[in-house]
Structure formats: C-alpha cells, structure tokens
C-alpha cells in the first residue's frame, strides 16, 4: 500500500523558511514523477513544483520560482521542498502526490501539512 506523508510545515514569519519532508513507501518510485501542491483557504488547489524521481528534473511554478527548491533523497525515499523568503500568499495546506511518467493524472496523495506565514 501506497503511503504519502508529509512533515515539516507550521508558522513562520514572511521572509522566513521553512523545509517540507514527503517520505514515500509501498512501492518504488523510479517511474514516477513526484509534485507538490498546495491549497489556500477559498482557492483551488495549485501546482507548486515536481521532480522527476529517476532523473531529478525539476520544474516549478512561476509564483515559486526562485524561492523554493525541490529536491529528493533515493536513499530515503523522501522528497523536500525548501522554501525560502516565504511570503503571506504561501499560506496553504501543502500536498505531496506521485504521478507515473506516462500518466497526467497524480495517483497517490499524502494528508497535507499546513504552512502559514504571518505578515
């Protein structure tokens, strides 16, 4: 069975970090693309970045770029993502999925962790 779980959200004050953790089990992942979403209160929720988990390429949203960083450990089958210079509009519940290469569609979805920057 497929588990997704998140750590590593909380408070932070705007311009401040934070470091997300999504450690993956159940299966192996080497054909898989791995993402982080997000979703604020009232809003639909967003794509943030994904990472490829064979090859590590990375894309990431415009509203993020430069900011955060996604990144994985193999090794630990956990996936990151660094957030720097973190703004009051980062506010949201953040999600890790995994989606296989081929499909468009994200399979597996972790609980969500939730990461509010105050003003």
């Known amino acids: 069975q497929v588990q997704l779980v998140e750590s590593g959200g909380g408070l932070v004050q705007a311009g401040g970090s934070l470091r997300l953790s999504c450690a993956a089990s159940g299966r192996t992942f080497s054909n898989y693309v791995m993402g982080w979403f997000r979703q604020a209160p009232g809003k639909e929720r967003e794509f943030v970045a994904t990472?490829?988990?064979?090859?590590?390429?990375?894309r990431y949203a415009d509203s993020v770029k430069g900011r955060f960083t996604i990144s994985k450990d193999n090794s630990k089958s956990t996936m990151y993502l660094q957030m720097n210079s973190l703004k009051p509009e980062d506010t949201a519940v953040y999600y890790c999925?995994?989606?296989?290469?081929?499909?468009?569609?994200?399979?597996?979805w972790g609980q969500g962790t939730q990461v509010t920057v105050s003003s």
């Open positions: 999925a995994a989606r296989q290469l081929t499909k468009s569609e994200y399979d597996y």
């Open positions: 990472i490829g988990w064979r090859y590590g390429i990375t």
